[in-house]
T-cell receptor
Framework: AQSVTQLGSHVSVSEGALVLLRCNYS??????LFWYVQYPNQGLQLLLK??????LVKGINGFEAEFKKSETSFHLTKPSAHMSDAAEYFC????????????FGTGTRLTIIP | EAGVTQFPSHSVIEKGQTVTLRCDPI?????LYWYRRVMGKEIKFLLH????????ESGMPNNRFLAERTGGTYSTLKVQPAELEDSGVYFC????????????????FGPGTRLTVT
């Protein structure tokens, strides 16, 4: 079975500062990993994904994440925060075969301080 | 292209009543998923349809929940009778699945239905 841990249910950063949202996973087989974002009153939107290949993946809106197998981590980063980044972010994992269901972390609410 | 739509956006019902949630996936997507987020907790998988067949319903909480996808298009999730612990946001997602020999992995989510049971 897979599981996801997101450290920090709430993170605040100043506008222009580095954004770092942490995600650690547990999986018995190599996983596929995802970051989703939910803006107020909207559905979840895929930011980026890792399936195979390059471990540093780039997503939309300047976000990127690095798959580190040895650390079982998939942290999300953005060099410079923008006010529009304020949202809730979810890390998710699924198996790389068979069952397609996503297992989510509890989410991290990102606040941007002007 | 229209995204995943869900209806209603909000529903407030009393304990013991019945509620039906509807999801319209992206046109052409064979895979349809239901998830639920109870307040303050993680989003949890409920079930997965491939066309009209239930591929995995391991996340369904109990037999008060019934999901259908007649004709392989839209899906409904009925809760009967509703209990207080059923309150939460119900998300629907769809994905294309295997196409042209390649897998696509993205699940596209709808805005959710916020269900409140009083």
């Amino acid at each position: 079975a897979q599981s996801v841990t997101q450290l920090g249910s709430h993170v605040s950063v100043s506008e222009g500062a580095l954004v770092l949202l942490r995600c650690n996973y547990s999986s018995s087989v190599p996983p596929y990993l995802f970051w989703y974002v939910q803006y107020p009153n909207q559905g979840l939107q895929l930011l980026l994904k890792y399936t195979t290949g390059a471990t540093l993946v780039k997503g939309i809106n300047g976000f990127e994440a690095e798959f580190k197998k040895s650390e079982t981590s998939f942290h999300l980063t953005k060099p410079s925060a923008h006010m529009s980044d304020a949202a809730e972010y979810f890390c998710a994992v699924r198996l790389n075969f068979g069952n397609e269901k996503l297992t989510f972390g509890t989410g991290t609410r990102l606040t941007i301080i002007p | 292209e229209a995204g995943v739509t869900q209806f209603p956006s909000h529903s407030v019902i009393e304990k013991g009543q019945t509620v039906t949630l509807r999801c319209d996936p992206i046109s052409g997507h064979d895979n349809l998923y239901w998830y639920r987020r109870v307040m303050g907790k993680e989003i949890k998988f409920l079930l997965h349809f491939v066309k009209e067949s239930k591929q995995d319903e391991s996340g369904m909480p109990n037999n008060r929940f019934l999901a259908e996808r007649t004709g392989g298009t839209y899906s409904t999730l009925k809760v009967q009778p509703a209990e207080l612990e059923d309150s939460g946001v119900y998300f629907c997602a769809s994905s294309q699945g295997r196409t042209s020999g390649s897998w696509t992995y993205e699940q596209y989510f709808g805005p959710g239905t916020r269900l409140t049971v009083t």
